[in-house]
């Protein structure tokens, strides 16, 4: 069946420094593809979403720019604060439900 | 707007026992949404509806009943609680579904369930 296949965490990283996660799916034909966000003790948000084969989302200095050629919506940011530690999630959507991955966490140290 | 709201935020239960969580959005969304959140698993669909009066079983069903009685809430009923329903349970909703394609889906705080 269609799955979501993201990086296994933690990702520990000292401030400034380049993220990037990554993001693989199965599916049929093009779903839309999600970034979402889960800080400590909260529910998730989402960061960025992109709708269509190319699309790049963005959003707080993140960006993910949907691959039909790899299957692929990598999440990158240039520079992370302390403030990004948080469980990040892609997701893909389709027939009224997102699929999520399994969530990487990421630790940023000053 | 309080947005996505989930009561209660914590439960302890013995197996068992059965309870009933509560979902309420204020954004007139039509479809909403139960997840099950467990360590290395990412998120889990429980059961969702696509509007006032219609469920849909997700991924992860058993053990679990729900209800959309009025829009603007969804239930997430256990009946018998056990120890593999030990978890946290989110509630989302979405003005369309997210196989539409450009939806997003806005999430509550979470419950936190465990069954002794």
């Known amino acids: 069946g269609d799955s979501v296949t993201q990086m296994e965490g933690p990702v520990t990283l000292s401030e400034e420094a380049f993220l990037t996660i990554n993001c693989t799916y199965t599916a049929t034909g093009y779903p839309s593809l999600f970034w979402y966000v889960q800080y400590p003790g909260e529910g998730l948000q989402l960061l960025l979403k992109?709708?269509?084969?190319?699309d790049k989302g963005s959003n707080k200095g993140f960006e993910a720019t949907y691959r039909k050629e790899t299957t692929s919506f990598h999440l990158e940011k240039g520079s992370v604060q302390v403030s990004d530690s948080a469980v990040y999630f892609c997701?893909?959507?389709?027939?009224?439900?997102?699929?999520f991955g399994t969530g990487t966490q990421l630790k940023v140290e000053l | 707007n309080a947005g996505v709201t989930q009561t209660p935020k914590f439960r302890v239960l013995k197996t068992g026992q059965s309870m009933t969580l509560l979902c309420a959005q204020d954004?007139?969304?039509?479809?909403m949404y139960w997840y099950r959140q467990d360590p290395g698993m990412g998120l889990r669909l429980i059961h969702y509806?696509?509007?006032?009066?219609?469920?849909a079983k997700g991924e992860v069903p058993d053990g679990y009943n729900v209800s959309r009685l009025k829009k603007q809430n969804f239930l997430l009923g256990l009946e018998s609680a056990a120890p593999s329903q030990t978890s946290v349970y989110f509630c989302?909703?979405?003005?369309?579904?997210?196989?539409?394609?450009?939806?997003?889906?806005?999430f509550g705080p979470g419950t936190r369930l465990t069954v002794l």
């Open positions: 989302a909703s979405s003005y369309l579904g997210s196989g539409s394609g450009t939806d997003t889906q806005y």
């Open positions: 954004m007139n969304h039509e479809y």
């Open positions: 509806s696509v509007g006032e009066g219609t469920t």
């Open positions: 992109a709708t269509k084969a190319d």
């Open positions: 997701a893909k959507g389709g027939g009224n439900k997102l699929t």
